[in-house]
Nanobody, 113 residues
Framework: VQLVESGGGSVQAGGSLRLSCTAS????????MGWYHQAPGKEREVVAA????????YYADSVKGRFTISIDTAKSTVYLQMNQMKQEDTGVYYC???????WGQGTRVTVSS
């Protein structure tokens, strides 16, 4: 099983990015998925999670109203739309598959002032 993230990059504060995470190597897709953020020098923390049916199950307080998680099970892809970005959103974003416990390799996001 492989989870591959994409969509990271550099953006100015107030801007937007959309991250994608595509799963391959498995025929099942009925696991919840999550996005985690690791800021420089800090521990990895969950920012959003979604059930395989497409129902968001969690948003961190720091991203509520700014980030949206969604899933396309036909494409085995989970997305994180990030709007109104802040400098504190800088870091590496990882996707995670609950149930079978797989991590992606991460995609780096830098938000400048």
């Amino acid at each position: 099983v492989q989870l591959v993230e994409s969509g990271g990059g550099s953006v100015q504060a107030g801007g937007s990015l959309r991250l994608s995470c595509t799963a391959s190597g498995r025929t099942y897709s009925n696991f919840s998925m999550g996005w985690y953020h690791q800021a420089p020098g800090k521990e990895r923390e969950v920012v959003a999670a979604i059930t395989w049916r497409g129902v968001p199950s969690y948003y961190a307080d720091s991203v509520k109203g700014r980030f949206t998680i969604s899933i396309d099970t036909a494409k085995s892809t989970v997305y994180l739309q990030m709007n109104q970005m802040k400098q504190e959103d800088t870091g590496v974003y990882y996707c995670y598959s609950y149930g079978d416990n797989y991590w992606g390799q991460g995609t780096r996001v830098t938000v400048s002032s």
